[in-house]
């Protein structure tokens, strides 16, 4: 089947520690995308990526960094320097645009 | 367990009934959107879209309803049922940006 996997589901990171978290999709989708997700808040965009070798900032860039080196492959290293890393993280792809983002399942990160 | 959805707006239907859950654009450049369900402790799944050009489209039990006049949004879910509970969010695709604006969401709740 078709779609986007999110690895792991839950992780915990220590004070001074980078953590990466892996997304993957089949979809052959161009676009990609990361998103934070607190409670009672809206999705917040981190970082997207349009095409291969090639990323942009979204709204809360900051203390996260991407690589997009694959088609397929989007992960995400959230820093030390991500002061309130805590959070669900979300994993997008599309097609492009005015087409539906398909999601993964997510990855939790909470602090040691 | 998943703590997205906490202190959001709550609409409490009784199954077999109809649900309207609504929801405010920001963006009058905006000509793309999306209605998404979130269940507890995963990713967001697409329901139904809808393009600036049309003012309402209908899937499976669901309709979706644009005003474009006052930026409003609605999602209709007829005969509500018990695994129709989850959050519901809408997200808007600014004209010519592979951006997408969410919107904070709605607990469903079905009272059987």
């Known amino acids: 089947d078709g779609g986007i996997t999110q690895s792991p589901k839950y992780l915990f990171r220590k004070e001074g520690q980078n953590v990466t978290l892996s997304c993957e999709q089949n979809l052959n989708h161009d676009a990609m995308y990361w998103y934070r997700q607190d409670p009672g808040q809206g999705l917040r965009l981190i970082y997207y990526s349009q095409i291969v070798n090639d990323f942009q900032k979204g709204d809360i860039a900051e203390g996260y960094s991407v690589s997009r080196e694959k088609k397929e492959s989007f992960p995400l290293t959230v820093t030390s320097a991500q002061k309130n890393p805590t959070a669900f993280y979300l994993c997008?792809?599309?097609?492009?645009?005015?087409?539906?983002?398909?999601f993964g399942d997510g990855t939790r990160l909470s602090i040691l | 367990g998943e703590s997205v959805g906490l202190h959001l707006p709550t609409l409490s239907v009784q199954e077999g009934d109809n649900s309207i859950i609504n929801c405010a654009y920001s963006n009058s450049a905006s000509d793309y959107f999306i209605w998404y369900k979130q269940e507890s402790g995963k990713g967001p799944q697409f329901i139904i879209d809808?393009?600036?050009?049309?003012d309402k489209r209908q899937g499976q039990r669901v309709t979706v309803l644009l005003n474009k006049t006052v930026k409003h949004l609605s999602l209709q879910i007829a005969a509500t049922q018990p695994g129709d509970s989850a959050v519901y969010f809408c997200?808007?695709?600014?004209?010519?940006?592979?951006?997408?604006?969410f919107g904070t969401g709605t607990r469903l709740k079905v009272l059987a």
């Open positions: 997008a792809s599309s097609s492009g645009a005015l087409r539906p983002q398909h």
């Open positions: 809808i393009r600036s050009n049309m």
């Open positions: 997200a808007e695709n600014p004209s010519g940006t592979y951006k997408y604006i």
